[in-house]
């Protein structure tokens, strides 16, 4: 039997669909009653809507919808700052620019100009390249830039990165929310949680004499559930062999997966089967007052 705090308690109570994810200040809309679905996962509810709920729990009505005030403070959006192995090499990334930022005597300024900005970003271990994820570029579809470091100044090397094997729909592509790179560089990972319809999937890239091509085709799991956005994360080991995925919205009520790629002879294949958590609050799911 599943236990729930008091606020997921009084969702059930009024039985409200619900599923999207709160930001900074939350809207949500009404619903029918009849049907409700909900999950809470790190301590964030996650809803689509709510009937009503009290001001115990800070929900203010305005006219039709509920606006939920924020507790405590923004938390800054996932990937987008990265750090270098030895620390030294900061950067952080917006939608405006990318700066970077180095320490000496241990004071940190920033080194050279801003850089384009995008929506995720990653450093080397050896913090000489920065890889920078695009999603909104190119119509949408995403796209994602490298520059390296020569001498203290920083400059793009080669273009933009583009997959050759995405399924580009209305929704877009999103190629470029997640972005790692191994320690020296070299190989590159790019996630795209909108291709083939909110399937999601990766590619990995990687540099020889200083061009970067594709390697093999995309990564998608043989195993991923229904619109898993394979792709909403990404993480690539320091020798750049594997790589580690997440799938936001794979799972149980969008609990959400992982997968694992290793290359071997420059073939990446996947390993095992999807990661799911054994003991995760996925949610509950209720139909005409009968909730499960």
Avoid at 12 to 28: D, E, G, P
Avoid at 271 to 281: A, H, Y
Wanted: glycine share 14%; with cysteine.
């Amino acid at each position: 039997m599943l236990s729930h705090s008091p606020i997921e308690n009084f969702i059930l109570m009024n039985k409200c669909a619900c599923s999207h994810r709160f930001t900074s200040f939350w809207k949500v809309d009404h619903c029918p009653a009849a049907s409700f679905a909900r999950r809470m996962r790190d301590g964030i509810l996650t809803a689509a809507c709510l009937l009503v709920l009290p001001s115990a729990v800070l929900a203010t009505p305005v006219g039709p919808e509920l606006v939920f005030q924020q507790l405590g403070p923004e938390l800054p959006p996932s990937g987008r700052t990265a750090i270098s192995g030895d620390g030294n090499t900061a950067v952080v990334c917006t939608t405006g620019g990318t700066s970077i930022y180095t320490r000496a005597n241990g004071t940190f300024s920033q080194q050279g100009a801003t850089l384009a900005g995008g929506s995720s970003v990653a450093i080397s271990a050896d913090s000489n390249t920065v890889l920078v994820g695009q999603q909104s570029d190119n119509a949408n579809r995403g796209t994602a830039l490298v520059f390296v470091r020569s001498s203290g100044v920083w400059s793009q090397q080669g273009s933009k990165l583009l997959p050759s094997d995405s399924v580009y729909t209305v929704s877009g592509l999103a190629f470029g929310i997640s972005v790692s790179l191994s320690a020296d560089g070299n190989t590159a990972l790019v996630g795209g949680l909108a291709d083939n319809n909110g399937q999601g999937a990766s590619w990995v890239f990687t540099r020889s004499s200083g061009s970067w091509t594709q390697q093999g085709s995309k990564l998608v799991a043989s195993d991923a559930s229904g619109g898993a956005q394979e792709g909403s994360s990404v993480a690539l080991s320091a020798d750049g062999n594997t790589a580690l995925v997440g799938g936001s919205g794979g799972g149980y009520l969008g609990a959400g997966e992982a997968y694992v790629y290793t290359r071997s002879n420059g073939s990446w294949s996947q390993v095992g089967s999807k990661f799911t958590p054994s003991d995760d609050l996925a949610g509950v799911y209720c139909e005409a007052g009968s909730c499960s």
